[in-house]
């Protein structure tokens, strides 16, 4: 969805696709990565995810890159931080202990912001945009960022039922949108529907969450 969708949705407080834990695939999965600790895990469309405090527990840095600055004033919040801020071009940047959160617009980063990291971690953000823009998306992932592994966990479900977002990305529509630039192995693909009883009220019966471990084609 277009950015005023997004900045509304944190203004009211809409945001069921928020954990109150990090996610499991995190544990189960991300040392299949092999990303050493100490460097910058990329963390497009972050949210006030706390994911990125599970990445710092475990002894990474965390660049995130996220429209609403509710969400990131949020986040330091949560983590007991109070950032420093600066301006690049469009961008606000907060940044405070193993964190740097860059407010604005993801498909504005300038390629530099991204080159020292060494690995992302996408969940969520393919089924946050319509089908035009998980093209853009895919496109910006495939052309915009450096060699680095990603893990993606993503969600899909019958689009009969309900509308997003969350959209619906069946593993064929991430292997068509990203299955030429990158290697895609799926590393689980799970029945969530009892953890989603939001969906489940909006008319879902039942719900798959796929994670998939992408790597750069050579
Ligand atoms: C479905 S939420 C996922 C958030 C987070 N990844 C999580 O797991 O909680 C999508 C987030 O992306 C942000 N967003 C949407 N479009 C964006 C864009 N073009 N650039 C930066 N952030 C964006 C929204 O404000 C929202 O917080």
């Known amino acids: 969805m277009e950015a005023p969708f997004w900045i509304e949705r944190w203004q009211k407080g809409d945001i069921g696709f928020h954990r109150d834990a990090a996610h499991g695939a995190l544990g189960c ?42 969400a990131i004033d949020a986040f330091f919040d949560s983590q007991g931080l109070k950032p420093e801020s600066r301006s690049s071009g469009p961008f606000t940047i907060r940044t405070a202990g193993p964190y740097e959160i860059w407010c604005g617009d993801l498909f504005a980063l300038p390629r530099e912001a991204l080159s020292g990291i060494s690995a992302i971690y996408d969940r969520a953000s393919l089924v ?29 479900y019958d689009e009969a039922e309900m509308n997003g977002p969350p959209f619906s990305i069946p593993q064929p529509r991430v292997r068509q949108l990203l299955g030429q630039s990158f290697e895609l192995d799926v590393l689980s693909d799970t029945d969530v ?20 471990l992408a790597r750069r084609r050579k």
């Open 193 to 212: 529907m009892e953890a989603n009883a939001g969906m489940r009220k909006r008319g879902l019966t039942a719900l798959q969450e796929t994670v998939y």
């Open 29 to 70: 999965h991300w040392g299949k990565l092999g990303v050493p600790q100490s460097s910058v895990v990329f963390v497009p469309l972050c949210g006030k995810s706390l994911d990125m405090a599970w990445f710092a527990a475990n002894g990474y840095r965390v660049l995130g890159v996220e429209l609403s600055p509710l």
């Open 128 to 156: 946050a945009l319509p089908p035009r823009m998980q093209e853009s998306y895919a496109d910006w992932l495939s052309t915009k960022t450096p060699d680095v592994p990603i893990l993606i966990v993503s969600l899909a």
